[in-house]
C-alpha cells in the first residue's frame, strides 16, 4: 500500500511516482568514496577479513548507482570527489552527490536533487552541507555550516520548492527530538556520515555509535557491523562484503522505517557496492554500476 503524503509550502508534486523519486533522491546522498577495479578485492581462499581502513580520500574518485525501486530501475546517483577547499580555515574535502531521474520518470515529473559535504582532512567531521531540491521551476536551497569550538550550527533555508512528507509517523518522531541549533562533538551531516563510516575503523559484530543533524535536530545513530561474506554485483563481478545497518528515528522520520542497510568492501577502500532500504512505498536498493578508476 503507497503511503499518503501532505506537503508543505505547496502540492503534492506527481502523486504515488512524487513519493518514489523523494525517497531515492533523499537518501542519494548517502553514499561515497576510491578507486579500485573488481578483481582486485577479494581471494576466494581462506577467512575474510575486513582490513584497516584507508586514512585519506581519493581526490576524482567517481561512482555511480542505479536506483531501483521494487527491482524496477527508477534513477541514478552519482557521487564524486571533486577537490580540496578551505572552510573557515580548515582543508576539507568537497564530496558531491547528484540524484537523477530516468528519462521515463523525467517525462512524468521533473525532479532533481544537489548535495555538498564538505569534509575536515584531519579530523573527517563536516563543516558544511549543502542541498538543492528542484521541481520543475521551483527550487529550495539549504546551507548548515557547523561550528566545532562553538558546538553549534548556523541553518538557513530558502525557496518554494514543495516539502513532500511520505513517513505516516514523521509528526510523531519528532516531537520527542528538539529543534536544535547546539551540537555534540563528532556530530555529521546526512551526506558525511556515509563517509565517515568508511574512515571507521570497524571490526566485525562490532556496535558504533553516531549523530546526524538533520532537519533541525540531533538524531542519534546505532550502527552494528555483520560478518563478512562474498556478494555478486551483476555486470561487476564477485566482491568480499560486509553489511552495516543503521537503526535510528531518522529513518521513521523520513521515510516511516527505522533501519538502512549498506554493504561495504572488506578492502581499505571500503567501496559502498550496494544499499537498500524500507519504506512506506516499498524496498529501495541503489546498486554500483561504475567505478572510475
Known sequence: MIT?????GGSAYGGKKQITLIVLLVFGFWFLVSQCYAQNFIKKEGKIVIEPPQKALKIGEKLQYSIEWLGI???KIILSAQDIVEIDGSECYHIVAHAIPNKFFTKLYDVEYTVHTYIDKKTFYTHRFEKTRRIKDKFNYVVIDFDREKKEVKYKTKGSAPLVEF???REEVQTNI???YKIINGTQDLF????YLRLLEMKEKGPYAITIYYDQRNWPVEV???EPFFREIRNMGTFAVFGVSMDSNLGKFILGKSKMFVYFTTDSRRIPLEFKFGAGV???RGVIQDISK
Not at 499518503?4 to 508543505?8: D, G, L, P, R, Y
Not at 558525511?192 to 563517509?195: A, D, H, I, T, V
Open 192 to 195: 558525511s556520515s556515509l563517509y
Open 167 to 169: 513517513s505516516s509517523i
Open 178 to 180: 528538539p529543534v536544535t
Open 224 to 226: 552494528k557491523t555483520e
Open 4 to 8: 499518503q503524503i501532505s506537503t508543505k
Open 73 to 75: 530501475p527508477v534513477g
Open 282 to 284: 516499498g524496498l529501495i
